[in-house]
C-alpha cells in the first residue's frame, strides 16, 4: 500500500505545483509546458522517497532537483520570469544549506570534559 500511497502524493504533487506555477507566470506559459518541466524532478524525488533515502540527502536532492527545475522553466520560457520566481527556485537551496550548517555545528561542539578529581575518587 506504500508505493500506491507514494505515487499519488507525488502526481498530487506534481499537478499541483504545476498549476500554482502556472498561476504566478507569464501568459506564455502553459500548464503542460510547466507540467513536463517540472516532472523528472518530481519523479525524481518519488523515486527517492520510494527508495527510503534518509531525510537530509532527501532535502539536498530535492532541493537540487527543484533548482534545476526552475533554470530548465527559466531556458524555456518566452518572457523572462519574475525575481520573485527566482527566489522560490533558489529558496530550498539556501533552506537545505542554512540547515546543514546548523546540525554541523550542532555536532561539533565539544563534549565537556569530566572533572578529574572526580574521576580519581
Known amino acids: 500500500m506504500r508505493h500506491v500511497d507514494a505515487a499519488i502524493m507525488f502526481v498530487s504533487l506534481w ?7 502556472d498561476a ?6 502553459s500548464v503542460y509546458l510547466i ?3 517540472i516532472a523528472p524532478a518530481t519523479a525524481i524525488s518519488a523515486a527517492l ?3 527510503r533515502v ?8 530535492f532541493a537540487t532537483v527543484w533548482m534545476v ?5 527559466e531556458m524555456v520560457t518566452p518572457a523572462p520570469l519574475s525575481p520573485l520566481a527566482l527566489i522560490v527556485a533558489a529558496a ?3 533552506i537545505v ?10 555536532r561539533s561542539k565539544p563534549l565537556p570534559m569530566p572533572d578529574q578529581r572526580s574521576a580519581a575518587s
Not at 24 to 29: N, Q
Open 49 to 51: 522517497y520510494w527508495l
Open 35 to 37: 507540467g513536463a518541466a
Open 69 to 73: 527545475s526552475g533554470m530548465v522553466l
Open 92 to 94: 530550498p537551496l539556501v
Open 97 to 106: 544549506g542554512i540547515v546543514i550548517n546548523i546540525l554541523g555545528r550542532r
Open 15 to 21: 499537478l499541483l505545483g504545476s498549476m500554482l506555477i
Open 54 to 61: 534518509p531525510k537530509l540527502d532527501f532535502a539536498v536532492a
Open 24 to 29: 504566478v507566470t507569464p501568459k506564455e506559459f
